[in-house]
């Protein structure tokens, strides 16, 4: 019922742009913290950037200046916006969020992954 749907990947150039969207749908009270995951093949998933509910953020150092994480909470989504891309960006993004679903009771939500292929 709860889900995070991801939107935003495909396929760009090196130094090209990309923005990634996750919006989060069903019974919903509000959301805390969100953030940006991502993982290449054969390697370790690893945290891009995050977003708490006050709006301080977080970048890994691979992407800060290039990436911009940004939220609408009316719209209950989160984006990532990416510039400067470079192949080691290659990857699955995940988008997970803290979804507050009842009263004193919070939900580790994750979407289901959405490609990013930075080539030339």
């Known amino acids: 019922q709860v889900q995070l749907v991801e939107s935003g990947g495909g396929l760009v150039q090196p130094g090209g742009s990309l923005r990634l969207s996750c919006a989060a749908s069903?019974?919903?009270?509000?959301?805390?913290?969100m953030g940006w995951y991502r993982q290449a093949p054969g390697k370790q998933r690893e945290l891009v950037a995050h977003?708490?509910?006050?709006?301080?953020?977080y970048y890994a150092d691979s992407v800060k200046g290039r990436f911009t994480i940004s939220r609408d909470n009316a719209k209950n989504t989160v984006y990532l916006q990416m510039n400067s891309l470079k192949p080691e960006d290659t990857a699955v993004y995940y988008c997970?969020?803290?979804?507050?679903?009842?009263?004193?009771?919070?939900?580790?939500?994750w979407g289901q992954g959405t490609q990013v292929t930075v080539s030339s």
């Open positions: 977003i708490s509910s006050g709006g301080s953020t």
């Open positions: 997970n969020a803290d979804l507050v679903i009842a009263t004193m009771f919070s939900y580790d939500a």
């Open positions: 069903g019974s919903i009270l509000s959301i805390n913290a």
